[in-house]
């Protein structure tokens, strides 16, 4: 019996990044912010709604791969509070945006395409306090003209319960870029000879880099195949997905509310204000997303 250690071994492989779908230049629609996107709980900053105001998510920026460790930061804090989640992106990446997507089904929540205004600081402004006197949250008002949800943030939007997009929102898609990396892998085996065989006691990975990489316009059939599933699985058309696939990454595809609603991508053609509205806290009952401000949360 001989044994023999150290042997490395090297391989080289494929490994994909399945997205950036929002990466490619936007063309006519402006490309929005491009900062990575940021949560928050926004109350209305309307006046006269006070001491029950709406208060709604705030998400808005590009959709990275950490982007669902922040969404469900927050949907985490409001324990079952629920609140429609209000969307303003370029787009991003799509695993993150199906895991997003998913979440936002799994809490029952509402989405709308939309923006924000805020009363004082930003959330995005990482010097940006918000007020204690004002029960500790970002103020703000919704607005629905120039809002965007395009790229790969429809299939965020998907998630909703209830989906809004009102006509003057641009809700759009186009075909996602995957980028391909090569990786070297180098192994170190371990094995041993037994009655001139060899048998493998081990393998450890020892060294890894990137030799190359390249990126594709196409979607391919596992992606075509994921995608649809999930549409189904929301409730939503497959078409979507056609509409993704004849629209060049350079372009987007503006969807009209008509043909959103065909495809089930909207459940409704109504504003963003629809669910951010203080009317929406004036009847009884008032919405979920209500909320009393007592003196001791001023305090």
């Not at 402004?125 to 008002?141: E, H, L, W």
């Not at 870029?177 to 070297?184: A, E, G, L, W």
């Not at 929301?234 to 372009?251: K, L």
Request: aromatic letters at 6%; hydrophobic letters at 40%; a positive charge.
């Amino acid at each position: 019996m001989r044994c023999v250690w150290a042997v490395a071994a090297l391989f080289l492989g494929l490994a994909t990044a399945e997205g950036r779908a929002g990466s490619p230049a936007v063309q006519g629609v402006g490309q929005g912010d491009m900062r990575p996107m940021v949560f928050s709980v926004v109350r209305s900053s309307r006046p006269g709604c006070e001491p029950t105001c709406p208060e709604w998510i705030y998400g808005e920026g590009e959709i990275n791969a950490d982007t669902p460790l922040k969404l469900n930061k927050v949907l985490k804090s409001l324990g079952a509070r629920k609140l429609p989640v209000v969307l303003n992106s370029p787009g991003g990446d799509v695993e993150a945006a199906l895991a997003m997507g998913r979440a936002i089904r799994a809490a029952k929540l509402d989405a709308a395409v939309g923006g924000t205004v805020f009363m004082g600081c930003d959330p995005r402004d990482p010097k940006c306090v918000p007020d204690k006197s004002k029960g500790g949250g970002y103020r703000g008002a919704p607005y629905t003209m120039g809002a965007m949800c395009n790229s790969a943030c429809p299939l965020m939007l998907a998630g909703g319960v209830r989906r809004l997009s009102g006509a003057w929102a641009h809700l759009g898609v186009h075909q996602i870029t995957t980028r391909f990396v090569k990786t070297q892998v180098q192994y170190r085996t371990t094995y041993r000879i037994e009655n001139g065989r060899k048998k493998i006691l081990g393998k450890k990975i020892v060294g890894r880099k990137n030799v190359g990489s390249y990126t594709t316009v196409e979607m391919g059939p596992l992606t075509e195949k994921k995608l649809r599933r999930y549409l189904e699985e929301m409730g939503v058309e497959a078409t979507v997905v056609d509409a993704m696939i004849s629209t060049p990454a350079s372009e987007i595809r503006r969807l009209g509310t008509d043909e959103a609603s065909a495809m089930k991508l909207i459940t409704s053609k109504d504003p963003v204000e629809f669910v951010t509205s203080p009317d929406i806290c004036k009847v009884v009952p008032a919405a979920n997303n209500c909320r009393v401000l007592l003196a001791s949360d001023t305090e």
